[in-house]
């Protein structure tokens, strides 16, 4: 089960730390990553980690500002934002998969219910 929070306003340029708590053995999170789908878009991907050894990968339209990060003992993931965008805004989704990390929505079995980012101008 993934449960997503952390979600809110912000201005351009501020920052917001999105928190996925996790329960469940450690298999069925081998990978996991956060995907945003902003109003009338397609779900996109945003980066991933590899949750044993702590491997991240990101988009680049995201790289060098948002920070994705686990905590083992708590079973949580983050996704730290920095310098945001008013592209920004979208619902942010925190997934899960038994499997090598992917890009793709297909990539991931399990699925929270989301948060919502707004960024103001």
């Known amino acids: 089960q993934l449960v997503e929070s952390g979600g809110g306003l912000a201005q351009a340029g501020g920052s917001l730390r999105l928190s996925c708590a996790t329960s469940g053995p450690t298999w069925f999170k081998y990978s996991m990553a956060w995907f945003r789908q902003a109003p009338g878009k397609e779900r996109e991907f945003v980066g991933w980690?590899?949750?044993?050894?702590?491997?991240?990968y990101y988009f680049e339209s995201v790289k060098g500002r948002f920070t994705i990060s686990r905590d083992a003992v708590k079973d949580t993931l983050f996704l730290q934002m920095n310098s945001l965008k008013v592209e920004d805004t979208a619902v942010y989704y925190c997934a899960a998969s038994e499997g090598p990390m992917g890009t793709l929505t297909s990539d991931y079995t399990y699925w929270g219910q989301g948060t919502q980012v707004t960024v103001s101008s």
């Open positions: 980690i590899d949750w044993v050894r702590g491997n991240t």
